[in-house]
């Protein structure tokens, strides 16, 4: 009995594999302007030396004091180990500076003193520096250059006495935090989005769209259910791809028709699917879906604060009567830095993060991120066999029977 079962969902799997389509999608912010995707504990405990992309965070080296003092404060940042090459004069390489909305560095908090050569200047009050980095220069960073095919990243802070006649310079390297993080709610039938972990929703069973008699039985159809979710995504580095599992909601010949969509006008009209499922069966649940569909953003600092798509579920009911509450789960994974043709994960893909995953770096689809939407049954028809004095001796002796 293992084995079979393993054959069908191989064979579930194969098919759903094979039925998928899939096409490359740009996004927008959707509902992170008013309902941020919650920090992971990655991010609320992040530090200078351990960033996390969008957020600012200060750098900062004392003045110093009599002829040690400090001044002429000059800083950048930069992936180049050569800070300082000899010459007469020597040359400060502050050319080599990450530069600001390029998606190096977010504009965002970055303070004005960043990347500004002050030699010869007079700013003792700028031992500090304030810096955003993206997510695509934290991703391409590997301490101490330990892991390729990450390369260091440094901040520089150099500096001129107080009589211009000496320098010096200190230099901080940084080990990122990755924090890659994503969110699934529902979207109830007014078209809002609700809640993260909000599982609240309940929508009608569809009516009966037939029903028709032969050979003693009658064969349904129980109609559609379509329902609709928001998913968010922020700190990926340059794209990502998700991944669906229905963990729930599919009984006897039931099946499901996942699409992902750039918005939600898209998706309630059926028009422009980024990528679209073959129809999932009870065999296919608990069972990982990947789209191999790279999805980014159409503003680089968007990535900071999340962009969103949406999934459109089509719950094909065919005979399933649905005489009792049905609750549809749709949990969702992603890996970023996918490959742009394919789809597929790189050897820099990572998989988006839990606050568990914080210590350890775990490294896995969880099915973390789920969401419920719960269909309400149809009326619970039986016969009233007091009232009708039956059943008796003869056939029938109760109502037709309908498939499955």
């Given at each position: 009995?293992?084995?079979?079962?393993l054959?069908?969902?191989?064979?579930?799997?194969?098919?759903?594999?094979?039925?998928?389509?899939?096409?490359?999608?740009?996004?927008?912010?959707?509902?992170?302007?008013?309902?941020?995707?919650?920090?992971?504990?990655?991010?609320?405990?992040?530090?200078?030396?351990?960033?996390?992309?969008?957020?600012?965070?200060?750098y900062?080296?004392?003045?110093?004091?009599?002829?040690?003092?400090?001044?002429?404060?000059?800083?950048?940042?930069?992936?180049?180990?050569?800070?300082?090459?000899?010459?007469?004069?020597?040359?400060?390489?502050?050319?080599?500076?990450?530069?600001?909305g390029?998606?190096?560095?977010?504009?965002?908090?970055?303070?004005?003193?960043?990347?500004?050569?002050?030699r010869?200047?007079?700013?003792?009050?700028?031992?500090?520096?304030?810096?955003n980095?993206?997510?695509a220069?934290?991703?391409?960073?590997?301490?101490?250059?330990?892991?390729?095919p990450?390369?260091?990243?440094?901040?520089?802070?150099?500096?001129?006495?107080?009589?211009?006649?000496?320098d010096?310079?200190?230099?901080?390297?940084?080990n990122?935090?990755?924090?890659?993080?994503?969110?699934?709610?529902?979207?109830?039938?007014?078209?809002?989005?609700?809640?993260w972990d909000?599982?609240?929703?309940?929508?009608?069973?569809?009516?009966?769209?037939?029903?028709?008699?032969?050979?003693?039985?009658?064969?349904?159809?129980?109609?559609?259910?379509?329902?609709?979710?928001?998913?968010?995504?922020?700190?990926?580095?340059?794209?990502?791809?998700?991944?669906?599992?229905?963990t729930?909601?599919?009984?006897?010949?039931?099946?499901?028709?996942?699409?992902?969509?750039?918005?939600?006008?898209?998706?309630?009209?059926?028009?422009?699917?980024?990528?679209?499922?073959?129809?999932?069966?009870?065999?296919?649940?608990n069972?990982?879906?990947?789209?191999?569909?790279?999805?980014?953003?159409?503003?680089?600092?968007?990535?900071?604060?999340?962009?969103?798509?949406?999934?459109?579920?089509?719950?094909?009911?065919?005979?399933?009567?649905?005489?009792?509450?049905?609750?549809?789960?749709?949990?969702?994974?992603?890996?970023?830095?996918?490959?742009?043709?394919?789809?597929?994960?790189t050897?820099?893909?990572?998989?988006?993060?839990?606050?568990?995953?914080?210590?350890t770096?775990?490294?896995?689809?969880?099915?973390?991120?789920?969401?419920?939407?719960?269909?309400?049954?149809?009326?619970?028809?039986?016969?009233?066999g007091?009232?009708?004095?039956?059943?008796?001796?003869?056939?029938?002796?109760?109502?037709?029977?309908?498939?499955?």
């Amino acid at each position: 009995m293992k084995k079979q079962i393993l054959l069908v969902a191989m064979f579930t799997l194969a098919i759903i594999f094979a039925g998928s389509i899939k096409s490359f999608g740009q996004l927008n912010p959707g509902i992170t302007g008013t309902q941020p995707i919650v920090p992971i504990a990655c991010e609320t405990s992040a530090l200078p030396l351990h960033p996390v992309p969008g957020v600012p965070f200060t750098y900062s080296m004392t003045n110093g004091s009599g002829a040690g003092t400090s001044a002429n404060w000059t800083w950048y940042a930069t992936k180049d180990p050569g800070f300082i090459t000899a010459g007469t004069p020597p040359l400060l390489n502050i050319a080599t500076q990450l530069t600001v909305g390029t998606g190096a560095l977010i504009s965002t908090g970055m303070s004005a003193n960043y990347g500004i050569d002050n030699r010869g200047g007079n700013n003792l009050a700028e031992n500090s520096v304030t810096i955003n980095w993206s997510a695509a220069t934290l991703a391409a960073t590997s301490y101490q250059g330990l892991v390729a095919p990450g390369t260091p990243t440094f901040v520089v802070g150099y500096s001129e006495g107080l009589a211009g006649c000496s320098d010096n310079l200190q230099v901080f390297e940084i080990n990122p935090m990755p924090n890659f993080t994503i969110d699934i709610a529902a979207i109830n039938a007014a078209g809002t989005t609700l809640g993260w972990d909000v599982n609240t929703e309940e929508e009608c069973v569809d009516k009966v769209q037939s029903a028709t008699y032969a050979a003693g039985v009658i064969t349904p159809d129980y109609g559609t259910n379509t329902i609709y979710y928001e998913v968010a995504a922020k700190n990926f580095v340059t794209n990502f791809a998700p991944s669906f599992m229905i963990t729930d909601g599919l009984n006897s010949d039931q099946t499901a028709t996942i699409s992902i969509y750039s918005n939600y006008a898209d998706a309630t009209t059926s028009t422009g699917a980024l990528w679209t499922s073959a129809a999932i069966a009870v065999a296919g649940m608990n069972t990982l879906i990947p789209t191999n569909t790279d999805l980014t953003a159409v503003n680089l600092p968007d990535i900071a604060t999340g962009v969103s798509f949406f999934v459109k579920v089509v719950i094909d009911n065919n005979t399933e009567e649905s005489l009792a509450d049905n609750p549809f789960i749709l949990a969702v994974d992603a890996q970023d830095n996918v490959d742009g043709t394919t789809g597929l994960p790189t050897a820099a893909s990572i998989w988006d993060m839990e606050d568990a995953d914080c210590p350890t770096l775990a490294n896995g689809a969880d099915q973390v991120d789920n969401s419920t939407i719960t269909i309400t049954p149809r009326p619970t028809m039986l016969m009233d066999g007091g009232a009708m004095s039956e059943p008796s001796t003869v056939t029938p002796e109760d109502v037709i029977n309908k498939l499955p």
